[in-house]
């Protein structure tokens, strides 16, 4: 579907008026340079063979992509303005689109305070169960994500667990990150199994996935793979930047908006080179460096500056996005 709204200035519910038009586009020009003279590291020789079969610039020994810019803007256009995120029940169907906000509880939480002892240890599957019984509970929590990881269970099908513990313990949508493409088969298939069929889940879309570019300018094999996959089976992915100004990202927050955009964007259009109106979700975890212990600093003026500042962007592309509370 065309957008012809895209780049022009609309009031639709709550916002925040972060930039100009005239600075949303010059971050736009910004960040189509940065794709199309400096590129992306890809990983995945597939990957690589897609951007050069669509004409990008592939170094295939540095494994460098250099995107010209009209791949790019037909990424945004071709990615939908409106994505269902289906309950197991009904009532609890949220819609993305310009307007509404919707909140949901954080993820990758490395600890729990157990509810008996009072001590703190490693999460284990049933606390990941028991979080997402609290979050169905809650109705101020509209999305339910992956509160904690179980520890309890082999690494090598974690992410199957994790949806497990999450679907059998709420009725409203989850969202998991698949830790791989041969993953995300297979819980496309735990999820159509639950709603009757594949044809079902891309009805109602009740489990959605999440994957992170590698900052600076990275897609790793992973992610690739993650990305690719969800655009052939039809998933909704969150592609969702995770750079720390000052580290892994300029120290400028300026900066750190055109690569975090850069990195986003780059994957959107892989997603979209593979299948054309894939949903897809403008992702944000991006904050400042605490340069004290060289770790991400969360609930900090500069991470509720970035979050404000990447979902006026989402919304110039006419793209639903996710970002971090500041």
């Known amino acids: 579907m065309q957008k012809f709204h895209t780049g022009k200035d609309r009031n639709h519910g709550l916002g925040l008026k972060s930039f100009t038009d005239d600075q949303l586009y010059d971050i736009h020009m910004a960040t189509l340079e940065v794709l199309e003279k400096t590129g992306l ?32 803007d037909d990424a945004i256009r071709s990615a939908p303005s409106k994505i269902l ?5 009904p009532d609890h169907d949220k819609w993305l689109e310009a307007g509404r906000v919707y909140f949901t509880n954080f993820s990758e939480g490395i600890e729990v ?3 008996y002892t009072g001590d ?50 709420t009725t409203k949508h989850c969202c998991v990150g698949p830790g791989s493409g041969f993953l995300l088969k297979k819980l496309v298939k735990m999820a ?9 889940l891309k009805e109602r879309p009740i489990l959605s996935f999440t994957t992170c570019p590698v900052s600076p300018l990275t897609l790793i094999d992973e992610c690739c793979e993650i990305i690719m996959e969800a655009a052939r089976t039809g998933s909704v992915i969150n592609i969702l930047s995770m750079a720390m100004a000052g580290g892994t990202s300029p120290v400028t927050l300026a900066g750190t908006i055109v690569t975090h955009n850069a990195e986003v964007l780059g994957g959107i259009t892989l997603n979209q080179l593979v299948r054309k109106g894939a949903p897809v979700i403008y992702g944000s975890s991006t904050t400042a460096m605490d340069l004290k212990i060289a770790a991400a600093s969360v609930g900090t003026p500069e991470c509720a500056v970035i979050s404000g500042a990447v979902a006026r962007l989402a919304r110039y592309y006419a793209l639903p996005s996710y970002v971090a509370g500041g």
């Open 192 to 200: 159509a199994t639950i709603v009757g069929g594949v044809d079902k």
């Open 113 to 115: 305070v157990d509810p």
């Open 120 to 169: 703190r240890r490693v999460p284990v599957k049933a606390d990941l169960a028991d979080a997402a019984k609290l979050v169905d509970y809650l109705e101020d929590i509209d999305v339910c994500e992956k509160a904690v990881g179980a520890s309890d269970v082999p690494k090598a099908v974690l992410p199957l667990h994790n949806a497990e513990a999450m679907l059998s313990n």
């Open 41 to 72: 590291f890809i990983e995945t020789d597939e990957a690589l063979d897609l951007f050069d079969g669509f004409g990008a610039q592939v170094d295939r020994g540095k494994k460098i992509v250099r995107i010209p810019s009209y791949l790019v």
């Open 85 to 89: 995120l289906a309950g197991r029940d």
